[in-house]
T-cell receptor
Framework: DQQVKQNSPSLSVQEGRISILNCDYT??????FLWYKKYPAEGPTFLIS?????DKNEDGRFTVFLNKSAKHLSLHIVPSQPGDSAVYFC????????????FGQGTRLTINP | EAQVTQNPRYLITVTGKKLTVTCSQN?????MSWYRQDPGLGLRQIYY???????DKGDVPEGYKVSRKEKRNFPLILESPSPNQTSLYFC???????????FGNGTRLTVT
C-alpha cells in the first residue's frame, strides 16, 4: 500500500522554465512533508520541507505547496537550471508513525538546455 | 565534515553467505535508519533506531537485523541473504523529531 505516490516517473523541462513535481498522499495523519533530491551514485539530500500548519514554504528557487484537503503537495522550481536534473523524492511523516519517513517512488527531472 | 559513511559501496555475494553493511555518523545524531531503494518503489524503511539499544522495525524488516550498541554506528546484518535482497541500501541519521534525514552514499548489494 503506497501511502505516498509520485505518479510521474519522469519530467523533462526546458532550462529557465518552471518545473512542477507532484506528490499525493493517502494518510491523513501525515503532518510533515519533505522533498529530497538525489544525484546518481549519491545519497538523497534534503531540499525543502513544509509543516501541515502551512500551505506554502519558499527557499530561493524552490517552493513547496501543500493542499491538505486534496492530500497533495507540489514542488516548484523556477527558473529551472541544468544542475536541477536529478531524481526528486517526496516524503511524509506524522501520526503514530512519526518516526517513520514514508517516501514516494521518485520523479526523474531532466532540464534541457 | 558532517557525514554518514557506509561501507562497502558495492558488494556482490552469494545466497546464504552472511554479510554486514556498516554505517557510521559523526553528527552525534540520536536517530538512525536503514532504507532500501528499488525501481518503482522508492525508498522503503527497513529498521530504525531512536537511540542506543533501541531499535524498531520499519516497513520491510524481513531478512534483516540491526544493532545499536554505540550512538554513532548502526550496522545492517543479512544473516542469510537471498536474491530478493539485491538492492541499493541507504543509511541515514538525524537529530530527531522533524529534523531532516542525512543520508550516506549508498551500498549497492547484489545477491546471486
Amino acid at each position: 500500500d503506497q501511502q505516498v505516490k509520485q505518479n510521474s516517473p519522469s519530467l523533462s523541462v526546458q532550462e529557465g522554465r518552471i518545473s512542477i513535481l507532484n506528490c499525493d498522499y493517502t494518510n491523513s495523519m501525515f503532518d510533515y512533508f519533505l522533498w529530497y533530491k538525489k544525484y546518481p551514485a549519491e545519497g538523497p539530500t534534503f531540499l525543502i520541507s513544509i509543516s501541515s500548519i502551512k500551505d506554502k514554504n519558499e527557499d530561493g528557487r524552490f517552493t513547496v505547496f501543500l493542499n491538505k484537503s486534496a492530500k497533495h503537495l507540489s514542488l516548484h522550481i523556477v527558473p529551472s537550471q541544468p544542475g536541477d536534473s536529478a531524481v526528486y523524492f517526496c516524503a511524509a511523516s506524522g501520526g503514530q508513525g512519526a518516526q517513520k519517513l514514508v517516501f514516494g517512488q521518485g520523479t526523474r527531472l531532466t532540464i534541457n538546455p | 565534515e558532517a557525514q554518514v559513511t557506509q561501507n562497502p559501496r558495492y558488494l556482490i555475494t552469494v545466497t546464504g553467505k552472511k554479510l554486514t553493511v556498516t554505517c557510521s555518523q559523526n553528527m552525534n545524531h540520536e536517530y538512525m535508519s536503514w532504507y532500501r531503494q528499488d525501481p518503482g518503489l522508492g525508498l522503503r524503511q527497513i529498521y530504525y533506531s531512536m537511540n542506543v539499544e533501541v531499535t524498531d522495525k520499519g516497513d520491510v524488516p524481513e531478512g534483516y537485523k540491526v544493532s545499536r550498541k554505540e550512538k554513532r554506528n548502526f550496522p545492517l546484518i543479512l544473516e542469510s541473504p537471498s536474491p530478493n535482497q539485491t538492492s541499493l541500501y541507504f543509511c541515514a541519521s538525524k537529530w530527531g523529531g522533524d529534523s531532516p534525514l542525512h543520508f550516506g552514499n549508498g551500498t549497492r548489494l547484489t545477491v546471486t
